[in-house]
Structures are given as structure tokens and as C-alpha cells.
């Protein structure tokens, strides 16, 4: 039998929170409702997480045991207000549809993806821009670079719904990263040497 | 494995989420289908180029400072603190009642109060914001853009406008620009160089402006606080607070050196913060 090391709880929590505030942070504010309760979500959120740090295994990423506290200390935060935590625009009975589905092909082609200067920016705007399902996903992968498997157990869902949602959500953000073609023809592409 | 097949995994495919048999079967239709491969290389570029850039926003400083003094309270098993949401509340409730006496009794001196103490915290903050920008305590999240550039930045995050002045001056300089908060207000924060002086700029909605209660004549106020000057006025539907030690001479971070200013500044002297209520 494994015997822990005797540490001491607080500063351990303390220490992991700190190493991962600005993921705690962007979460809390990205599901937030109203959007400026996100301060007290996330407050709630660590004293909930705190006393289940117990329950906390060491060899999964914290971050991703948090925020699937935020995102059920949040749910709980809705119902108490009788509200809807998201208005869930896509069916889950879709999740479980094949991925050979033709719902799933690509819309754009790759010369089709062109960006303007500031695309590092465009790309984070494009994000924000996505319906809230999806971008929980795209930011859980993309910004989190949480697995698969990971973002399923935080949103609770099968792995077919998170890869539906972002594959719908990576595709939709390429259709805002579409600039139309300028008057003379021309168009920026996107600048690998950046 | 088909085109359609193929592509409907690409996702996957590049995320290295496929398991083996079907990573094996994926790299076999790449190899001999130059449409999907384009696709996949295209995943790619994106990727490196973009996506693996993205980071969380930074958790702003205010929002550090109370998770610390929560954080404190978390020692051995057992949390110590009293929860600070509870003395907001506690705190919230005492100026409703403050503020529901001050209008039942039909005194305007509470709001008078309020306004002063409002100026002061935005001086207060704006120059606290200004050190800690000078000093690299707040990084600029962007750096070495041109006004156009900040313009279009902060269009995409704030749901206010703001106007991001011209460089008329060869010695001045943007050295960077962020999203701050001035007395929990959401501002666009500009960092400038006006001959080795650094200034702030500090673009804030106009409805937080309007709670400070100014007269619109004349335009520019200026007061001083801490060593530094303070230069607020409204225009463009924005407020504006300009932060420097160099008095009038950050008026350059807007006006050309041989523009004339033909509004005098009024100098305000700073209201004291009152914090006993």
C-alpha cells in the first residue's frame, strides 16, 4: 500500500491553484451568467474544491479536476435561480452519430483559410465569437490543451460529443477567419513565418 | 478508408486522439491521397502558427489579490477565512442603506460625497495602474502595434468605443497596450513614451465617466496626486485619463508639438478618498 507523503493541504491546494489561476479564471468567466458573477464562481468553486481536495487524483491534471468543479458548482449556482446553465442549441442524440457522418465534412477548403495581419488576435476573436458550447470545447483543446477524454469528464459528456462540438466549433471558427477577397483579386493568407 | 472518412478524422487525426488501427489506416490513405494530405498539412500550419500560441488571458491583479486572501485562509484541512463574499454583501447592504437614508432625507451631500470619492478613487487607481504599468508589474498584452492596430484590438473586447490617438511626435512612442480596471471599471490602459517620460492612457466608458459628476467646462481637468499628473476630460463619447509626470507635455500623446491648445486646463485639487464608510 502507497503511503502519501505528509503535506500540508492548504499549501498544496495552494500551490496547485496558483500554478493554473488564468485557466481557473478564463473558465469561470467563460460560463458565468450574468458574465460579472464570474469572481464569485470561481470563489465558490475553490472553496468547494478545497474541501474535496481529498478526493483529488494526484496523477490526472488539476486544472481539469477544477474546472469540472467551476462547471458544476456554476450548474448548481443556475438551478438555485431556477435558470438554464446553457441554452443548448445542439442535440446530444447527435454526439452519437458515426464520424463518417457528411454532417462532419470540412466546409472550406485550405486556400479558402486566409487571415488578416493581426491573426493571432483574429483567431482569439474568432474564438470568443463561437456559440458557448462550442467554444467551452475549442478553449478546453486549443487554449487547455485538455485530451479528449478530459474535456468529456469535465462537460460530463460521451467523447463523441466533444469531438462533434469541436469539429463543428474549429470549423465554424474557420469560417470567421474567412477574409472576402479585395476588389483587386488579392487576399492576405495566412503567415506561416510567424 | 474514403475522402469523407478521412477528413471527418483529421481532427482527430492531428490532435493524436486516433487510436493505433486507426492512425495506421489514417496514414494510408495520406499517403496516397494528396487532397486530404493538403487538408492535414493545412491543420497543421494553423496550428503551429496560431492555435499553439493561444494562451488563457492573465486573471487581473484585483482578482489575484482576493483569491490570495482566500487561498490564505486554506490551511492544514480546514478553511479559516470567513468567506469575502460575505463582507461584500455585508458591505453592499450597508450602502444601500446609506444611500436609501441619504434620499429619503432628500440631501444631496451624500451623493456630492459620492461623486468626490469617486474622482478620487479614479485618480487613485489611475495612478496606481500607471506605476504598475511603467514598472512592468502589468505587462501590455499587446506590444509594438500601431494605434490602427490597438484601435481594432480593444474594438474586439470592450463594448465601448475607443479612440486611439495618431503619433504626431517622433518622439513619442506606443509601447503597448491592455485591458485594466480602474475602480472595477473596464478600461483600455495605453502605455506611451513621451521623451523617455512614460504616460498612461486611459480610455473609459463614458457612463463611468458620467458618474464622476464633472462639469463640462472646461474640457480638461488636471489634478495631482502622488507626485504624478492626472489630466481627465471626456470626448468621443469616452472618458480619458492621462497619467504622467510631466504636466502638460503629455498632452503630445494626442496633440502635434505646434498644435496650439486653445482649452486651458483646470487644475482640480485631488478629493481626499474617503474608506470610513
Redesign the interface.
Known amino acids: 500500500m502507497g503511503v502519501r507523503a505528509p503535506l500540508?493541504?492548504?499549501a498544496e491546494?495552494?500551490a496547485y491553484?496558483?500554478g493554473c489561476?488564468?485557466?481557473?479564471?478564463?473558465y469561470a468567466r467563460l460560463l458565468a451568467r450574468p458574465r460579472e458573477d464570474h469572481?464569485?464562481l470561481?470563489?465558490?468553486s475553490?472553496?468547494r474544491g478545497?474541501?474535496g481536495f481529498d478526493s483529488f487524483d494526484r496523477a490526472l491534471p488539476f486544472k481539469a479536476w477544477m474546472f469540472g468543479i467551476i462547471r458544476n458548482t456554476c450548474i448548481d449556482r443556475h438551478r438555485r435561480r431556477k435558470m438554464r446553465l446553457l441554452e443548448d442549441p445542439l442535440d446530444d442524440d447527435q454526439s452519437s452519430a458515426g464520424?463518417?457522418?457528411?454532417l462532419?465534412?470540412?466546409p472550406l477548403a485550405?486556400e479558402d483559410?486566409l487571415l488578416r495581419?493581426?491573426?493571432?488576435?483574429e483567431?482569439?476573436?474568432g474564438?470568443?465569437r463561437l456559440p458557448l458550447l462550442m467554444r467551452e470545447v475549442v478553449e478546453l483543446?486549443?487554449?487547455?490543451e485538455l485530451?479528449?477524454r478530459d474535456i468529456a469528464a469535465i462537460i460530463d459528456r460521451p467523447i463523441g460529443t466533444v469531438?462533434s462540438r469541436?469539429?463543428r466549433g474549429?470549423n465554424l471558427l474557420r469560417t470567421y477567419l474567412v477574409e472576402p477577397r479585395r476588389q483587386d483579386g488579392q487576399a492576405t493568407r495566412?503567415?506561416?513565418e510567424? | 478508408m474514403n475522402c469523407d472518412s478521412a477528413k471527418s478524422r483529421i481532427f482527430p487525426y492531428v490532435d493524436g486522439e486516433l487510436v493505433p488501427a486507426q492512425r495506421d489506416e489514417m496514414d494510408a490513405h495520406l499517403s496516397g491521397c494528396g487532397s486530404c494530405r493538403r487538408f492535414v498539412e493545412q491543420e497543421l500550419h494553423f496550428r503551429d502558427a496560431y492555435v499553439s500560441r493561444l494562451r488563457p488571458d492573465p486573471a487581473p491583479a484585483h482578482l489575484r489579490e482576493s483569491v490570495d486572501r482566500l487561498l490564505a485562509g486554506f490551511t492544514g484541512g480546514t478553511i479559516t477565512r470567513r468567506r469575502p463574499r460575505y463582507r461584500r454583501v455585508v458591505l453592499a447592504a450597508v450602502a444601500v442603506v446609506l444611500v436609501g437614508a441619504g434620499a429619503a432625507l432628500g440631501i444631496g451631500l451624500s451623493s456630492m460625497l459620492q461623486r468626490g470619492n469617486l474622482l478620487a478613487e479614479l485618480t487613485e487607481a489611475s495612478v496606481d495602474q500607471h506605476q504598475k504599468l511603467a514598472s512592468g508589474l502589468l505587462p501590455p498584452d499587446l506590444v509594438d502595434a500601431s494605434p490602427k492596430t490597438a484601435e481594432a484590438w480593444f474594438r474586439r473586447r470592450l463594448d465601448f468605443n475607443v479612440n486611439v490617438p495618431e503619433l504626431k511626435h517622433t518622439n513619442l512612442t506606443l509601447l503597448g497596450a491592455r485591458i485594466s480596471h480602474l475602480a472595477n471599471v473596464e478600461v483600455a490602459a495605453l502605455e506611451y513614451q513621451v521623451d523617455q517620460n512614460n504616460v498612461s492612457l486611459f480610455v473609459i466608458p463614458e457612463e463611468a465617466y458620467k458618474r464622476l459628476g464633472l462639469s463640462e467646462k472646461p474640457k480638461f481637468k488636471m489634478l495631482h496626486h502622488r507626485g504624478y499628473d492626472v489630466i481627465i476630460w471626456r470626448q468621443h463619447g469616452s472618458g480619458y485619463a492621462l497619467v504622467s509626470e510631466i504636466g502638460r507635455r503629455s498632452c503630445l500623446v494626442c496633440h502635434s508639438p505646434d498644435e496650439k491648445l486653445d482649452v486651458p486646463l483646470e487644475s482640480l485639487a485631488t478629493p481626499k478618498r474617503r474608506t470610513d464608510t
Not at chain 1, 464520424?99 to 457528411?102: A, G, V
Open positions: 500540508d493541504k492548504g491546494f495552494q491553484v496558483r489561476l488564468d485557466s481557473l479564471h478564463n469572481e464569485d470561481l470563489q465558490d475553490l472553496i478545497f474541501q464520424l463518417d457522418s457528411p462532419y465534412s470540412i485550405p483559410i495581419e493581426e491573426a493571432i488576435e483567431v482569439r476573436a474564438i470568443r483543446r486549443d487554449i487547455e485530451s479528449y469531438m469541436l469539429y474549429r495566412i503567415r506561416h510567424l
